[in-house]
Every structure is written in structure tokens, then in C-alpha cells.
């Protein structure tokens, strides 16, 4: 059926160095796409989001890109830092029911 | 967490009993939404609130329901809990205009 997934269920990067988190969805008509963080004990805190009409949205360290050919969602951080040390989630939007796909653990090296 | 909590933060109960988790919010937002966390799953929408009374069914909706009387607060009933019931319940908030969640704390909810 379909669904939001992840490639990578936990992800080691080195600090400093730029993490990339993917995602792939499989829902055409989805018009609308969110990253989610979550840390340990805590509910999912918005990171970035991005509109189906969009390839590429930027924030502050963070960068998302959609490739709605091959229905793909990344997430980039730049210069990964131990407060990045968390589970990442993709979501979309389909008919104002928000979806997620099943997290991504991201681990930082010392 | 953005004016949402959940009531109670923790709960142990037994199989077959009912057990209502509450959700409340201060920020008047429009759009109300249940999950359930499990290892293994990530967050599965069971049901969302798109204004006062009403409400539409998620993924996971069978062996629970919700009520929306105002717009403060979307509770969910286990009408007979199960211990596939057993997870962490999370609540989210959305404005009208915007895709943005904000979570509530969560509850844990076992049931032996």
C-alpha cells in the first residue's frame, strides 16, 4: 500500500561533518512535506517543511530537497553538532491527514 | 509545547477496561490529531479533528474513538483496552494555515 518510509533506520556521521537523511514516499498526490526531530522522552518538534511546488527549501543549518520524480525527500544539516543526535522523521500531507514514515536515528561521532 | 498538554502523562490499566486520554490546548488551533508511537513504527495517526465535532478516522483507528465537544480539547476513549494498546500517545495541534504540528508531551499508557 502506500506509505512514507526511510532508507536508513540509523544514521553515524561525525561531528562537523553534513548529514543527509532520505526519504521516500510513494503518494503522488501529497502536495505537502514536513521534517520532524525527536528527541529522547519528547514529542516530534518541527524542523522544516516543504511545498510539493518546490524542489528545494533552506532554514538555518538544514536543507530539504524534493524530487518529485522519483518521490524522494532528503534532509540535510550542515556541520552536525551532538544536540543533532536525535530521530528524524519525514511526514506528508495527504487531505489534512499528516503521515509519517518511521524515523531515522541519527547518531554523532565524537 | 506550544500551550498543548495531555492528561495523564502516565497510566497503567487492566485488559477490557475503558480509558479516556485527554488533550488540551490554549492556542484555539482548528486541527487536532492522535497518534500512538511504537518501536518499530514511528507515529501512526489513529484520529484527527478538523472542528468541533468533527472528526475523521487515521490508519490505526480500529478499537478507539475521540470526541471533540470544543475546541480546547479531543479526548481519545479505549472503549475495552487491549495490551496492543500498550504504547506512548502523542497529541498534535495545526493551525488552519499552516502544515506546522506542535506535539503535546505524550502519554504512556500500558495495559496489562
Known amino acids: 500500500g502506500e506509505s512514507v518510509g526511510l532508507h536508513l533506520p540509523t544514521l553515524s556521521v561525525q561531528e562537523g561533518d553534513n548529514s543527509i537523511i532520505n526519504c521516500a514516499y510513494s503518494?503522488?498526490?501529497?502536495?505537502?512535506f514536513i521534517w520532524y526531530k525527536q528527541e529522547s522522552g519528547k514529542g516530534p518538534q518541527f524542523i522544516i517543511d516543504?511545498?510539493?511546488?518546490?524542489d528545494k527549501r533552506q532554514g538555518q543549518r538544514v536543507t530539504v530537497l524534493l524530487n518529485k520524480t522519483v518521490k524522494h525527500l532528503s534532509l540535510q544539516i550542515a556541520a552536525t553538532q551532538p544536540g543533532d543526535s536525535a530521530v528524524y522523521f519525514c511526514?506528508?500531507?495527504?487531505?489534512?491527514?499528516?503521515?509519517f514514515g518511521k524515523g531515522t536515528r541519527l547518531h554523532i561521532l565524537p | 509545547d506550544a500551550g498543548i498538554t495531555q492528561s495523564p502523562r502516565h497510566k497503567v490499566t487492566e485488559t477490557g477496561t475503558p480509558v479516556t486520554l485527554r488533550c488540551h490546548q490554549t492556542e484555539n488551533h482548528r486541527y487536532m490529531y492522535w497518534y500512538r508511537q511504537d518501536p518499530g513504527h514511528g507515529l501512526r495517526l489513529i484520529h484527527y479533528s478538523y472542528g468541533v465535532k468533527d472528526t475523521d478516522k487515521g490508519e490505526v483507528s480500529d478499537g478507539y474513538s475521540v470526541s471533540r465537544s470544543k475546541t480546547e480539547d479531543f479526548l481519545l476513549t479505549l472503549e475495552s483496552a487491549t495490551s496492543s494498546q500498550t504504547s506512548v500517545y502523542f497529541c498534535?495541534?495545526?493551525?488552519?494555515?499552516?502544515?506546522?504540528?506542535?506535539f503535546g508531551p505524550g502519554t504512556r499508557l500500558t495495559v496489562t
Open positions: 503518494n503522488s498526490a501529497s502536495d505537502y
Open positions: 498534535a495541534i495545526r493551525d488552519r494555515e499552516s502544515y506546522e504540528q506542535y
Open positions: 511526514a506528508e500531507n495527504r487531505d489534512d491527514k499528516i503521515i
Open positions: 516543504i511545498r510539493s511546488n518546490m
